[in-house]
């Protein structure tokens, strides 16, 4: 409804607003957001307004936002007011400061907004550089013990249930998908780690807690196994090594926004994968939507009577296909011999 009515968008948020526990809810700084001019008030996903500007396409584009940032709402509003009742019940005080501030940051970070710390009045400058950092902070507090530690004693256990339901969730899906014969990713050094595998296509079911966890392992062990070829590197030995340093800036350039990303690879003028960079494709990439670049690389791996494979894509799984690594000799601009890969 709110996708498609801006009035069943006021509505919703209205009836937030009329709740008995909304001055609560301000109190725990729970995230409700809107979708007016100010743009730290918005979801950081759509931290810009240009794309609701477009004739005709921007109708689209405020809707799809609309119904994204009024169900978060209600979602985080639902998820308060369930666990606020639950407390109730345990004897818990829930007008006391420490547990409302808590339940907030619990459910703001399992809701994919956490806190910035330091850097929260830079909340809109640092969209610009990274795609949704506040969701890159609510995966790095969620896997942080001490994020745990420091919660009230009812918020901890609900956060917990919550980690724990999560994890063995997953743990079920994977192990459907091995009974079923196909492969898995086991080894935590490799970029394929707890990732399902369909012939060269992965399904990442994690949102966005796999590439954290594996960049953590990679610099604990001081290794790490490529993907495509299942070799594996001891971070900082060999020919050009890979050191932890460069661990840390594939992450954080995984992270970037579209604009910045772009300007990394021209710069830089070779993709990872060894390809020379061409402006003119990188544009293009940059507008199609991910679902659709996932539906054409699945078509393409697998025939497009399997295309049905890329439909996780579009309810938050991502969807990668890519193969082995080919090597080829090719000329610098400078006419020398070079080994790139294909």
């Given at each position: ?13 209205a009836h937030i607003e009329a ?130 530690m420091n919660l009230h004693p ?54 966005g807690f796999q590439q954290p ?130």
């Amino acid at each position: 409804k709110q996708f498609a009515s801006e009035k069943a968008f006021l509505e919703v948020q209205a009836h937030i607003e009329a709740r008995p526990t909304f001055s609560l809810m301000k109190e725990a700084r729970l995230a409700l957001t809107d979708m007016g001019i100010s743009l730290s008030s918005r979801e950081e996903a759509f931290m810009s307004r240009l794309g609701e500007r477009i004739p005709v396409v921007g109708v689209g584009v405020r809707a799809s936002n609309r119904a994204y940032a009024g169900f978060l709402n209600k979602l985080r509003a639902d998820t308060f007011d369930a666990l606020l009742t639950q407390a109730k019940r345990a004897g818990i005080d829930t007008e006391n400061a420490k547990f409302l501030t808590d339940l907030g940051r619990f459910i703001n970070a399992a809701t994919g907004r956490g806190s910035l710390g330091f850097f929260e009045k830079s909340a809109v400058p640092l969209s610009t550089f990274f795609f949704s950092p506040r969701l890159m902070a609510s995966r790095l507090q969620l896997l942080n013990p001490v994020f745990y530690m420091n919660l009230h004693p009812f918020v901890r256990k609900q956060a917990l249930i919550s980690a724990l339901g999560l994890a063995s969730l997953g743990a079920i899906v994977l192990g459907l998908f091995k009974l079923n014969g196909q492969s898995v990713g086991t080894d935590p050094r490799s970029a394929d780690f707890a990732k399902a595998k369909i012939g060269n296509t992965r399904f990442d079911i994690w949102g966005g807690f796999q590439q954290p966890m594996v960049a953590l392992f990679r610099l604990v062990t001081g290794q790490m196994v490529s993907s495509t070829t299942g070799r594996e590197f001891v971070l900082g030995e060999g020919y050009k090594p890979t050191t932890r340093l460069d661990i840390v800036m594939r992450y954080l350039k995984s992270k970037e926004a579209p604009v910045i990303s772009l300007m990394t690879q021209l710069l830089e003028g070779v993709k990872p994968s060894g390809e020379p960079v061409r402006l003119s494709v990188e544009l293009v990439d940059r507008f199609i939507p991910m679902f659709v670049q996932d539906l054409a690389e699945v078509s393409e791996e697998h025939g497009l009577g399997n295309a049905w494979m890329a439909l996780p894509g579009a309810f938050g799984v991502g969807v990668q296909t890519y193969g082995r690594k080919i090597p080829q000799v090719t000329q610098t601009p400078a006419g020398r011999e070079t080994i790139r890969f294909r």
